[in-house]
């Protein structure tokens, strides 16, 4: 068997490979509903990444600071986030901080102020719930 053969059939075992660990990833998901919420956490926590990094850079773009000050805000945030936390800490900064900055985008979307682009966030519509999680 020639190289290029050799190649094109170590493609197709892997492509058979990570389909039948997508399908046995999605069955997961769909079987088992505290995974199913795991999951779901996941997306929620990185469409909320997305959304107040988005809101930070159009913050600050409205202000006199530099692209430093925004890339080091980002930055010690991130490393921050690596720290050790108590889960009811966590809880507690959810409820005080992050449902409000979410509750004050979504107003200022639904006043027709265009804060956020549409690729940026999904709408309600598209957003995964604890039940409809799909692996892609």
């Not at 919420?37 to 988005?54: D, E, I, M, P």
């Not at 945030?77 to 992050?98: G, I, K, Q």
């Not at 549409?118 to 604890?130: G, R």
């Amino acid at each position: 068997m020639n190289r290029k053969a050799k190649n094109k059939q170590a493609r197709e075992v892997e492509s058979l490979a990570f389909e039948k660990t997508k399908a046995e990833a999605q069955n997961l998901v769909s079987a088992d509903g505290y995974v199913n919420r795991v999951c779901a956490a996941l997306v929620a926590a990185r469409q909320l990444y997305s959304l107040a990094g988005y809101s930070l850079h159009a913050y600050l773009q409205t202000t006199d600071y530099s692209d430093e000050v925004e890339m080091y805000l980002v930055n010690s945030m991130a490393e921050y986030s690596n720290t050790p936390f108590r889960r009811d800490h966590l809880l507690n900064s959810l409820n005080s901080l992050v449902v409000p900055f979410l509750e004050d985008e979504i107003k200022t979307e639904l006043s027709g102020i265009e804060v956020v682009e549409e690729s940026a966030i999904v709408s309600s519509e598209e957003a995964p719930s604890t039940t409809d999680t799909e692996l892609q």
